[in-house]
């Protein structure tokens, strides 16, 4: 939560007590073209650095976050209201994608030699990885650190400087982030944060950036990539979801029922990979509903340090679209077996089950970003994989069933980026596997080796180790070049089975 004060700046409020978290600048234009200018030149002395130095430096950074794993954590705590305990674990997950891509970088993005082909036998080719120079990271409130790390730590390895502007609504951890990085790197400002609202992230996309790295709403991402297009500024896009929990007959009811309530209801439903919707094959159907009502019964929304289950809704603007997600699924025809439209109690939202709620109705079709979450009964997986797939999202998905190759045949056909079996949102916690969407729910990929390359660029070298026996690219070629050629070709791919 955030407000603006005296001219200039503005405060991070505790969205679960009001409180003020801390008052920061609203930086303008000029401020931030020349935050950007300055990390060209830095981005220029840190890529000059080798993969090694960076490395060092990189981990020397995370021994950093690690050091004050207390520190972060409260701040986020008190920025986003999400419980201690949640925000230790996303600082956790935060310093993984940071020691993964420090580690893997060179393996990745280094220089290595490829087979040239038969044609260009005579030739080394080398395929190496440059950096793009900046990036700017546009950074999302609800996992303010874990989130904008796969773009930060991914960017910084590769090679780059970048400009992070978090959320208005918790801006307090992107300084302190740039504060401890500045610490273990004090040579250049290799990682500056830019603070303010949507104005100083546009700011940013006309800044001279290299890449922008995008997470948030769709809409959002699409005025991003409009600014960006101006300068065929690429952006890699994070947006949100609506995903699909998928429960087969022959399931671990109890297990997916844990795990689907964590999945929708931890982070009170704010994650961008959160579940949304489940269907459940109709001859396990009443038994699963009566497993997940009754633990959603037992978590309580709050801000205190015990036994609360989850914290409030960070962005107050959030909580009229929950309100309605719930009211127009009632008025739709569909029930709520745990909680109802009594469950918002600003700035908390208690847990909400919903059943019977039609396909049309928005708490199926629009991303809620709360903790509610529909359940539809479905006669098949071929007719749950229909539905899971009728949306213009593709974030990501998860399935349950004791069956592997279900589960893979599953897996395969839902249209997400990512998808869990027998467990929601694994994935997130290996670094190793690329992290994106497809459709409404963005393009581009980070973590892994895919988040690596996102923020470089390819570049291919070639060195003439002799000369051809065959004179094929100069002008002194002769017809029996061309024949031998032809005869070549031949033998190579004309042959018949
Ligand atoms: P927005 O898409 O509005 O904002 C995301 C980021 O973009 C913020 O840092 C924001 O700054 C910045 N921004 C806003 N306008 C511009 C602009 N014109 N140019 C450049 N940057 C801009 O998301 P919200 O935070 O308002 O959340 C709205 C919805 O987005 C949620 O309901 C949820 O559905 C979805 N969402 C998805 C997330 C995910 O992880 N995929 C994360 C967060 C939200 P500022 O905050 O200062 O306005």
């Known amino acids: 939560m955030s407000v603006t004060t005296e001219a200039g700046t503005f405060e991070s409020l505790n969205p679960a007590t009001g409180a003020v978290v801390g008052t920061h600048p609203i930086h303008d234009e000029k401020t931030v073209f020349e935050t950007v200018e300055r990390a060209q030149a830095a981005a220029r002395w840190w890529a000059g650095l080798g993969w090694k130095e960076r490395k060092n430096r990189l981990l020397r950074f995370k021994g950093a976050l690690a050091r004050n794993l207390n520190r972060i954590s409260q701040v986020i ?34 220089p290595r030699s490829v087979f040239p082909g038969a044609l260009s036998i ?3 080719a080398i395929l190496e990885y440059h950096p793009l120079g900046v990036v700017g990271v546009i950074g999302p409130w609800n996992y303010p650190i874990y989130t904008p790390m796969g773009s930060l730590a991914f960017s910084l390895a590769a090679g780059n400087a970048v400009v992070f502007k978090p959320s208005e609504h918790t801006p307090g951890v992107g300084v302190l982030l740039a504060e401890l990085f500045a610490e273990v790197v004090p040579e250049r400002p290799v990682f500056q944060v830019v603070t303010g609202f949507g ?29 960006c297009a101006e300068t065929l500024t690429p952006i890699v896009a994070e947006c949100g979801g609506k995903d699909a929990f998928i429960i087969a007959a ?61 914290g409030p809704i960070t962005m107050p603007g959030q909580l009229d679209i929950i309100e309605r997600h719930i009211t127009d699924a009632l008025a739709a025809g569909g029930r709520a077996v745990v909680g109802g439209a009594e469950s918002v109690r600003r700035p908390f939202v208690d847990p909400v089950v919903l059943v019977d709620v039609p396909d049309t109705a928005s708490a199926i079709c629009e991303e809620t970003f709360g903790p509610t ?78 988040g690596l390359r996102e923020f470089a660029r390819p570049k291919a070298i070639t060195r003439q180790r002799f000369k051809s026996a065959l004179d094929t690219t100069t002008f002194t070629r002769t017809q029996k070049e061309i024949d031998q050629i032809i005869k070549l070709m031949q033998f190579l791919h004309g042959r018949k089975k």
């Open 77 to 110: 705590h008190e920025e986003t209201g999400k419980p201690i305990g949640d925000a230790v674990f996303e600082a956790v997950g935060a310093i993984n994608l940071l020691d993964w891509a420090a580690k893997n970088a060179q393996k990745t993005l280094g």
């Open 199 to 227: 104005a100083t992230g546009g700011a940013l996309t006309r800044a001279g950036v290299n890449k922008i790295a995008f997470t948030g709403s769709g809409p959002t991402a699409k005025k991003v990539m409009a600014a």
């Open 122 to 124: 005579n030739q080394k």
């Open 373 to 450: 979450v529909t359940v539809t009964k479905v006669k098949s997986l071929d007719e749950a994989v229909a539905k899971a797939n009728a949306t213009e999202y593709g974030l990501a998905s998860t399935v349950f069933t004791s069956s592997s190759k279900t589960a893979l045949d599953v897996a395969r056909r839902l249209r997400s980026g990512m998808t869990s079996i027998n467990a929601a949102i694994a994935f997130a916690l290996i670094p190793a596997l690329p992290f994106g969407g497809v459709g409404e729910s963005g393009f581009g990929r980070i973590h892994g080796a895919d």
């Open 250 to 310: 022959d399931a671990d009811l109890e297990e997916a029922a844990k795990s689907a309530l964590w999945g929708a209801m931890s982070n009170a439903g704010q994650t961008c990979v959160g579940v949304e919707r489940i269907y459940v094959v109709e001859s396990v159907y009443e038994e699963f509903l009566g497993k997940l009502s009754a633990r959603a019964e037992q978590l309580k929304a709050g801000y205190e340090t015990d036994g609360t289950s989850f």
